[in-house]
């Protein structure tokens, strides 16, 4: 019997013992996501790169930020990136009857009944009496320093107001940004990028399809490598994709056909423009603007 019983404890430990014992892991297989529906800036980023990534015009993002021309944004900073949920309208009171005010006579008034008031009062000649001209003080004259001060302000609003005739409604005549085969068109389902390749040589000049204002010249948008993104009027930007080199710098005034970058492959696997049309900051279909060859 002792036999039999320590046995059977040989073999209930035996058990026990294969047994592991797990410590709690956590799950990392999932990396937190970022907050949807905002940005966070990062450096090199433009107002104009933040509104072309999400696919809204420059203006919509802004204003959802309360962020005033310049545009200028912190690295580090969060932006709305989608339209803010619509405000509810505040519930309108019904309006309360009106009643009738009567008034009473006040105490220690005299009243006066409705016909001696409407009767007209005997006029009485007006004497006029001159009044006491006052010196009349000279202003200081202007300072330099104050002529000075105002003098880049009347500038910078001269600045302010060619700006904004260049950038206007005026319609945009567009030409071909470069000279090269038709590699792919326009599809506005596809997944990523909406516009169209034309292919080349690494080095051919990348040339501005109409005129306007460099907003954004750098690498900080993933998928595109190294790009231009030009804004030709209140409603167009037009965009230059996967470049060698880029020549023109953020704030420059180009010309249409000025070179603006080189050809190359930054970005993707061959040699290519991807060129985009943007009107109110969504794609359209580049091939209905720019002429036909």
């Not at 980023?45 to 809204?56: E, H, N, P, Q, R």
């Not at 989608?82 to 519930?91: E, G, I, R």
């Amino acid at each position: 019997m002792l036999r039999w019983a320590s046995l059977t404890l040989v073999l209930f430990l035996l058990a026990c013992s294969g047994q592991a014992v797990k410590a709690p892991v956590g799950d990392y297989s999932q990396r937190p996501r970022a907050n949807p529906g905002y940005h966070k800036v990062r450096q090199g980023d433009t107002l104009f790169s933040i509104a072309f990534l999400y696919g809204y015009s420059v203006e919509e993002v802004a204003s959802w930020n309360a962020i005033n021309s310049p545009y200028t944004i912190y690295t580090g900073q969060q932006l709305r990136v989608s339209p803010p949920p619509p405000k509810a309208k505040p519930l309108k009171s019904s309006p309360k009857a009106s009643q009738p005010k009567t008034s009473q006579p006040k105490r220690g008034v005299p009243q006066y009944n409705q016909a001696s008031a409407a009767a007209p009062r005997a006029s009485q000649p007006k004497t006029s009496q001159p009044k006491a001209s006052q010196p009349k003080t000279a202003r200081p004259p202007q300072t330099a320093k104050a002529a000075l001060e105002t003098a880049p302000a009347s500038g910078r609003l001269q600045a302010e107001k060619s700006a904004s005739r260049a950038l206007g409604n005026e319609p945009v005549i567009w030409s071909w940004p470069v000279e090269g085969r038709l590699i792919r068109t326009y599809n506005p389902t596809s997944a990523g990028k909406k516009g169209i390749d034309i292919g080349g040589k690494t080095g051919d000049p990348v040339r501005a399809a109409a005129a306007g204002k460099v907003v954004y010249s750098g690498s900080g948008l993933s998928g595109y490598g190294r790009l231009i993104i030009l804004k030709h009027n209140r409603g167009f930007l037009s965009a230059y994709a996967h470049n060698r080199k880029l020549i023109a710098k953020e704030g420059q005034w180009v010309t249409k056909g000025e070179v603006i970058a080189q050809m190359g492959s930054s970005g993707t696997d061959r040699t290519q423009l991807h060129f985009e049309i943007r009107k109110a900051g969504r794609p359209v279909d580049p091939l209905r603007y720019l002429p036909k060859r």
